[in-house]
Nanobody
Framework: QVQLQESGGGLVQPGGSLRLSCAASGRISDINTMAWYRQAPGSQRDYVASVTGESSTYVATSVKDRFAISADRAKNTVYLQMNDLKPEDTAVYFC?????????????WGQGTQVTVSS
C-alpha cells in the first residue's frame, strides 16, 4: 500500500553532517504527519522530529540545536538535516508517515537507515 524509501545514512566523523531523505509512495490520498525516529543498540526507539500538516515542525529538545526537519509535500518526501553530529547520534533512523490510504488513516514505517558517527 505505502512504501517508504529512506536514504542518506552512512558513516560520518564527529562534527560532520548528513541529510536523510524519506520518500513515500503508493496509494496515498493524503499525509498528516511525517517524522523521524531513531533507535540505538539496546535502546528503545526515540522520537527525533516531525512535520504535521502543511508546515508545523517539531524537533526533540535533545537535538533541536543541531537537527532540522523539512518536507516537500508535492513529492511526499521528508528530510532530516543533521549537523554537528556526535557519537551519541549513532543509531538506526526510521521514517514514519501517517497517511490516508483507501479512506483509512494508518501508520507506516520505513526499514531504517544506519547513521554511524565515529572517528
Amino acid at each position: 500500500q505505502v512504501q517508504l524509501q529512506e536514504s542518506g545514512g552512512g558513516l560520518v566523523q564527529p562534527g560532520g553532517s548528513l541529510r536523510l531523505s524519506c520518500a513515500a509512495s503508493g496509494r496515498i490520498s493524503d499525509i498528516n504527519t511525517m517524522a523521524w525516529y531513531r533507535q540505538a543498540p539496546g535502546s528503545q526507539r526515540d522520537y527525533v522530529a516531525s512535520v504535521t500538516g502543511e508546515s508545523s515542525t517539531y524537533v526533540a529538545t535533545s537535538v533541536k540545536d543541531r537537527f532540522a526537519i523539512s518536507a516537500d509535500r508535492a513529492k511526499n518526501t521528508v528530510y532530516l538535516q543533521m549537523n554537528d553530529l556526535k557519537p551519541e547520534d549513532t543509531a538506526v533512523y526510521f521514517c514514519y508517515v501517517q497517511a490516508l490510504v483507501e479512506g483509512r488513516w494508518s501508520d507506516y514505517w520505513g526499514q531504517g537507515t544506519q547513521v554511524t558517527v565515529s572517528s
